[in-house]
């Protein structure tokens, strides 16, 4: 009987080791296809950081400000930096202090599981609304005109929060509302997804100015690591290396849509950091690309559904044989 998918890919994605120890004979290194990461990560220059000593506070805020320009954002005290937009998307039910809340299904299985944990209920019409844009798993787009009049115009909503989870928005910059400033919104950005450096565990939680003081009080002084910090700055001002990662993403998108197409597979969705495809027999194949060392990313309740991170150029070969 073949192997369950390791219990990792099923919730998130990631986990080599438990995959690895599920298929101890399939071929090593194994290619990591079950997260939406850039494969290309920045690798530019930075100042190196001193870890013998604290994160420097002034550094910290030279980081908030390097993101909030990267964003378009106006004031950096509205940019607070956090280890990772998990972390960010964890603290807001403690902080916001609502019993209910919406969140636009299907989506990141980590926003129910928090909210459910802080002890608020999921339903329709809570008092805080949550959207990822684009969506995860299947990249569905909501305007930024639609999301601006939801925030800024709609008196039916007076009072509601709206959390917009834009981990995967460098990917469509166009979507963005994290310039936009309204009270009641809240964006949260990732760096780690982009740039190609989930290890580093740095993102951003970007709110009016009161919300975002309140996040940094329970923060503390130190909330991401200097290496993050000197990193996070250095990124953010390579705006050449952005322009080219969108290009060569954007590229990786449509071979990898041409090659799932040729393997049978319906393309759902997706952006361009992991594609949805869907097959009949998507188990099937889900444990044969493992066997042939290549992690995908299964769903339970959509046993028909297999998500792909985008491979990098020289991982394609591989890919394409094990398909």
Not at 106 to 119: I, K, N, Q, S
Not at 227 to 248: C, F, H, P, Q, S
């Amino acid at each position: 009987m073949a192997p369950a998918p390791p219990a990792g890919a099923v919730r998130h994605g990631g986990r080599l080791l438990e995959a690895a120890a599920a298929y101890p004979h399939a071929p090593a290194p194994w290619l990591d296809l079950s997260t939406g990461i850039n494969p290309v990560p920045w690798q530019g220059e930075h100042a190196a950081s001193d870890l013998t000593r604290l994160p420097d506070p002034a550094d910290l805020q030279a980081l908030e400000a390097a993101a909030a320009e990267a964003f378009g954002v106006a004031d950096a005290a509205r940019v607070v930096a956090v280890a990772g937009a998990e972390a960010g998307l964890r603290l807001l039910p403690s902080v916001l202090g609502v019993g209910d809340v919406e969140i636009a299904e299907p989506t990141y299985g980590g926003h129910a599981e928090a909210w459910r944990a802080a002890g608020a209920e999921v339903r329709a019409g809570g008092r805080a609304l949550v959207i990822v844009n684009p969506n995860n798993p299947d990249g569905r787009e909501v305007a930024r005109e639609a999301l601006i009049e939801r925030t800024l115009a709609n008196p039916a909503l007076d009072g509601r929060w709206l959390i917009v989870d834009e981990s995967f928005g460098e990917a469509a910059p166009r979507l963005s509302v994290a310039d936009v400033e309204a009270d009641l919104l809240i964006v949260l950005r990732s760096f780690g997804k982009f740039y190609g450096l989930p290890g580093l565990r740095l993102g951003f939680v970007i709110a009016a100015p009161a919300l975002a003081a309140k996040i940094r009080a329970r923060l503390g002084d130190w909330p991401v690591s200097s290496e993050a910090i000197a990193i996070g700055r250095a990124a953010y001002a390579d705006t050449a290396w952005r322009e080219k990662a969108l290009k060569r993403l954007e590229c990786g998108r449509d071979r990898l849509d041409a090659l799932l197409a040729k393997a049978g597979y319906d393309i759902l969705g997706g952006t361009s950091l992991f594609r949805l495809a869907a097959a009949p027999d998507a188990g099937a194949r889900f444990q044969r690309l493992c066997a042939a060392g290549i992690l995908t990313r299964p769903f339970a309740d959509q046993p028909t559904w297999l998500r792909f991170g985008i491979p990098a150029p020289r991982d394609f070969a591989r890919l394409e044989a094990a398909l």
